[in-house]
């Protein structure tokens, strides 16, 4: 057996460098420079490593992200700690859900059985204010739905914040640190949504008084108005919606004053870059979450509509109806379930990736990753150093 390097005692001294065809000489085999320390810097005196990427202890590696990780990342969010993000994400819609429908349809059952109790006499007005009070009941879902979306977010924003650094907690965790926040973020909640609903009621307001004062020419305008000022809206929202979607993940991670996370996040997106790549992402992600659940609940929901109908094509049984009710039944139920398992992952993926815009941008702006590293350099050499998120924030 041959070998290309010949054998030399250990006596021997230490073999020259070979001429090398290109006219420079080639070092020996073996080690010949002394590991530095982590992430590439070199120590004194020792030879320069080539560059090494920055740590990766947890959710994304801690340098600024590309648009690649930045589509990537809130999907891994769902596979790194599923028990807290789409179980959490998951009871919390399935607790809306249940609550919505048993407030309106205890309400709807009383104030509907007055109506059919009522004298013919007092009928037309019982009837209306049965109306009234289910639209009235209608506003308590809606509240709650806010508030444990608000929470929801909550939670989601310090499990992306924890997961960058490489921590896993479960929802008790989460919840011992969003405490004194969450009412924050609630308010945040129903200020946008009492912004949405006055501007669409002035526009709507607008167009039902050219109506009904101008007159045939009225309902022209009116319709031109209605066009153009939903047009607006739109143009309104997407602007607005891109300059303050970092203040929730500013309420829960830096912890600032509600009007001070306004103008942190309209801080964080200004500029060119920012704004577009914060709308951008943010869209995209949207559309393919809401493509993929199109797909999925497509076949779904035919199947709820037309299943009954290949099952029973002679209709149901007049003597036992039981088992055609009871298939709709099932196959309402299936389309309910997906519809809850869909939205689930879109609320974490559409939340996670806000977070990691937020991320992106401080370390883009004011070399967050930097004190990321720090920290958790620090922290794997066993040093008891501050939280980073808890760092007072770069003035904007």
Do not use: C
């Not at 990427?53 to 769902?78: E, M």
């Not at 650094?165 to 308010?187: D, H, N, Q, S, V």
């Not at 307001?205 to 020419?217: D, K, S, W």
């Not at 997407?238 to 830096?254: A, D, H, N, Q, Y």
Request: charged letters at 10%; zero cysteines; a neutral charge.
């Amino acid at each position: 057996m041959t070998d290309d390097q010949q054998w030399q005692s250990p006596g021997d001294p230490a073999p020259q460098p070979s001429p090398s065809p290109y006219g420079a000489s080639v070092p020996p085999p073996g080690p010949t420079a002394q590991p530095g320390p982590a992430y590439g810097v070199a120590a004194p005196g020792a030879p320069q490593q080539g560059w090494t990427p920055p740590p990766r202890p947890g959710l994304i590696p801690l340098r600024p992200l590309g648009f690649g990780t930045l589509l990537g990342a809130p999907f891994q969010v769902l596979r790194r700690n599923p028990r807290t993000t789409f179980g959490t994400a998951l009871l919390v819609q399935v607790l809306v859900l249940l609550v919505a429908g048993g407030v309106v349809g205890v309400v709807s059952v009383l104030a509907f059985g007055r109506v059919a109790e009522a004298s013919a006499e007092d009928r037309d007005a019982v009837a209306a204010g049965a109306v009234a009070t289910v639209i009235l009941s209608a506003l308590v879902p809606v509240v709650l739905g806010l508030i444990a979306s608000a929470l929801l977010q909550g939670v989601l924003v310090l499990e992306v914040a924890r997961g960058t650094l490489g921590e896993k907690l479960r929802l008790p965790g989460l919840l011992r640190l969003a405490r004194g926040r969450i009412g924050a973020l609630i308010g945040w909640s129903l200020l946008v949504t009492l912004a949405v609903v006055i501007a669409i009621g002035i526009v709507a307001g607008l167009v039902a008084v050219l109506v009904i004062t101008v007159g045939e020419a009225g309902i022209v305008l009116g319709v031109l108005v209605g066009i153009l000022g939903f047009l607006a809206l739109v143009a309104l929202g997407f602007w607005l919606g891109t300059k303050l979607s970092l203040v929730p993940s500013v309420l829960m991670i830096e912890r600032l004053p509600l009007g001070a996370a306004i103008r942190r996040s309209w801080w964080l997106t200004t500029g060119y870059a920012p704004f577009w790549k914060t709308l951008g992402t943010q869209l995209l992600v949207s559309v393919i979450i809401s493509t993929a659940a199109q797909v999925v609940t497509f076949p779904v929901s035919l199947l709820g509509g037309f299943g009954g109908a290949l099952l029973f094509p002679n209709g149901a049984d007049p003597d036992d109806p039981s088992g055609s009710i009871g298939v709709l039944l099932a196959l309402n139920i299936l389309v309910i379930l997906v519809s809850l398992v869909l939205g689930a992952i879109g609320a974490v993926v559409q939340t996670a990736v806000t977070a990691l815009l937020y991320l992106d941008l401080r370390m883009r702006k004011e070399g967050f990753d930097l004190d990321l590293v720090r920290y958790v350099e620090a922290r794997q050499a066993g040093h008891d150093v501050p939280d980073p998120y808890a760092s007072p924030a770069a003035a904007g």
